[in-house]
């Protein structure tokens, strides 16, 4: 089946603790995308790469890091420097920019 | 630069009863509109988009959403409203080939 997987589903962080979500699609999509959603703000874009070696920061990319070093992977890491990481973090892939984006199903980061 | 505004945070319907949920976009250039759906602690799965074709969209699971340029409006409606329908539901933009735009988001309740 063609789709997009997160894992893992929750994630728990340490104070000064860096981690990493992974985000994988085999449908083939040249853009993927990474968001953070919290309660009554919607999604906002954390950083996005349309092909690979490439990427852009979007509206809240401080304090997180991205790599795309193969077309089907777009791995998310969350500094230490996140001071406030609780959030539910979504990945999406879509053909170009301006398409239709699918989504993985998220990870929840947890702070101990 | 595109946005979007989704009128009411929350809707509240009985079942059987008409749905219609708004939004409302800023576009300097003609548009790609898109509805989506997400259900508790999971993704976003795709209602319906419009990318210029039709003015009147179907979707999936009986939801249609007519684009209005006039009124720079794309809501979303459902002539009877399913308690399966209970869901948090997303209005994006996209111009040229930068990445979507959400909406914050509006929360479906459908009361028995």
């Known amino acids: 089946d063609g789709g997009i997987t997160q894992s893992p589903k929750y994630l728990f962080r340490k104070e000064g603790q860096n981690v990493t979500l992974s985000c994988e699609q085999n449908?083939?999509?040249?853009?993927m995308y990474w968001y953070r959603q919290d309660p009554g703000q919607g999604l906002r874009l954390i950083y996005y790469?349309?092909?690979?070696?490439?990427?852009q920061k979007g509206d809240i990319a401080e304090g997180y890091s991205v790599s795309r070093e193969k077309k089907e992977s777009f791995p998310l890491t969350v500094t230490s420097a996140q001071k406030n990481p609780t959030a539910f973090y979504l990945c999406?892939?879509?053909?170009?920019?301006?398409?239709?984006?699918?989504f993985g199903p998220g990870t929840r980061l947890l702070v101990l | 630069a595109q946005s979007v505004t989704q009128l009411g945070s929350h809707v509240s319907v009985s079942e059987g009863a008409l749905v219609l949920l708004r939004c409302n976009y800023s576009?300097?250039?003609?548009?790609?509109l898109f509805w989506y759906v997400q259900y508790p602690n999971q993704g976003l799965q795709l209602l319906l988009k419009?990318?210029?074709?039709?003015?009147l969209v179907k979707g999936i699971n009986g939801f249609e959403a007519e684009f209005k340029k006039s009124e720079t409006s794309f809501h979303l409606t459902k002539p009877s409203a399913h308690m399966s329908d209970a869901a948090e539901y997303f209005c994006?933009?996209?111009?040229?080939?930068?990445?979507?735009?959400f909406g914050k988001g509006t929360r479906l309740s459908v009361i028995a």
């Open positions: 449908l083939n999509h040249d853009a």
């Open positions: 576009s300097s250039v003609p548009p790609y």
């Open positions: 994006a933009v996209s111009s040229g080939n930068t990445p979507l735009v």
């Open positions: 999406a892939s879509s053909t170009t920019g301006r398409e239709t984006q699918y």
């Open positions: 790469s349309q092909i690979v070696n490439d990427f």
């Open positions: 419009y990318t210029s074709a039709a003015t």
